[in-house]
């Protein structure tokens, strides 16, 4: 009976004569490739690496940065939530840089394109006022060519990693609601998939990504807990109990749903929240709230609270350095252990250890 062919060979070691070869079936032939060591564990590492060479994508003859863009972003679909925003920041990047070779980009290619970024404002926007784009932008743009370049140089596109250089990190925008703000921004959501998103990050701290994507099966109405899942990268992701009010507004949802993503429109899930979103900020009076701004709040309210760092850290899934750096001086406590070392001074302003100035001793 013949063998049986299968649609991916299974590769193992084989020693003949002292030396190893990766072995495999091809149809009804059996195929040797030398290794070219008597060393069995460098053996082992030199089969994984072959295997993981054949699961790469094949690379272009002439790997542009386009080419590498759109290699990285076929490779990320499905990976990630965000990939529509991964695309407009690799179109960015393409429209300018992407007929180069990667061995063109340095120093100096990347502040070319900073400036003419900077010149060329906003894309997409036909007629009307200029639009500037801000160096928030630009940074991420730059972000996802550097992350695609360290892409194709681990499928073995390119031999060596270019330098990237950025523009300067823009001050971090620490905006935050009162507790009576974020109540007019709630009064002010109409619409029910509005105001459920607004609870969930104010009362979670999730990012907008991970509360879009959050499906029924993470959510346990009996015990009042969220899992929101493993974040990607540095984003983590943690899980966090309901307070009354959301868990309330959580259960109504539940009863009335009728897809599997929580936060949903008129029978599908919601993809971006930003015009609902920004409609209700414009009601509500407010003005430069974003999506995040949320989760700012509820790490302040919690800092200001006195919640210990390490806690606030594991409830929004941060690192509690992030979380000191970013948050630190609205703790009523922050950096108060360093004011009261000092204090052990204070003896010195009593009468008998005072000095006149000017008088000798």
């Known amino acids: 009976m013949p063998r049986p062919r299968t649609r991916t060979p299974s590769y193992s070691l084989m020693e003949r004569r002292g030396y190893f070869y990766v072995q495999w079936w091809d149809g009804q032939n059996k195929r040797y490739l030398s290794l070219r060591t008597a060393d069995r564990e460098e ?41 529509d925003s991964l695309k407009y920041a690799a179109a960015a990047v393409t429209e300018h840089l992407g007929d180069l070779q990667p061995a063109h980009i340095g120093r100096l290619t990347c502040r070319a394109y900073i400036t003419k970024r900077r010149k060329q404002g906003r894309r997409g ?16 743009e730059l972000v996802t060519l550097r992350t695609a370049l360290r892409w194709a140089l681990s499928v073995g596109w390119i031999a060596e990693m270019p330098q990237i250089e950025m523009p300067r990190t823009p001050a971090s925008r620490d905006k935050w609601l009162s507790k009576a703000e974020a109540a007019r ?7 029910e998939h509005t105001r459920l998103f607004i609870m969930l990050a104010l009362y979670t701290g999730a990012r907008s990504g991970a509360i879009l994507s959050l499906t029924w099966q993470q959510v346990d109405l009996v015990s009042g807990v969220i899992n929101f899942g493993r974040g990607t990268g540095n984003k983590g992701r943690a899980i966090v109990p309901m307070i009354p009010d959301l868990l309330d ?78 948050y630190g001086h609205h703790s009523p406590e922050w950096l108060r252990k360093a004011a009261t070392a000092l204090s052990g001074f204070s003896g010195s302003h009593a009468p008998e250890n005072r000095i006149a100035i000017g008088k000798k001793t």
């Open 249 to 326: 507004a959580m259960r109504f949802a539940a009863n009335v749903r009728t897809t599997d993503n929580v936060i949903e429109y008129r029978g599908k899930p919601v993809k971006s929240i930003k015009t609902g979103f920004h409609m209700s900020v414009k009601r509500a009076g407010l003005d430069h709230v974003t999506p995040h701004s949320l989760r700012h709040t509820c790490a302040t309210w919690m800092v200001m609270s006195d919640v210990p760092m390490d806690m606030v850290a594991r409830f929004l899934g941060n690192s509690v350095a992030m979380v000191e750096k970013v």
């Open 125 to 140: 926007m036909t007629g009307g006022a200029f639009r500037p784009v801000s160096d928030g932008t630009i940074i991420k």
């Open 43 to 83: 053996a082992k590492q030199r089969l994984s690496q072959f295997i993981a060479g054949l699961e790469a994508p094949a690379a272009p003859e002439q790997p542009t940065v386009g080419k590498i863009l759109g290699g990285y972003i076929n490779d990320r679909d499905g990976q990630v939530v965000s990939l």
């Open 185 to 191: 921004l709630l009064e002010a959501a109409i619409d």
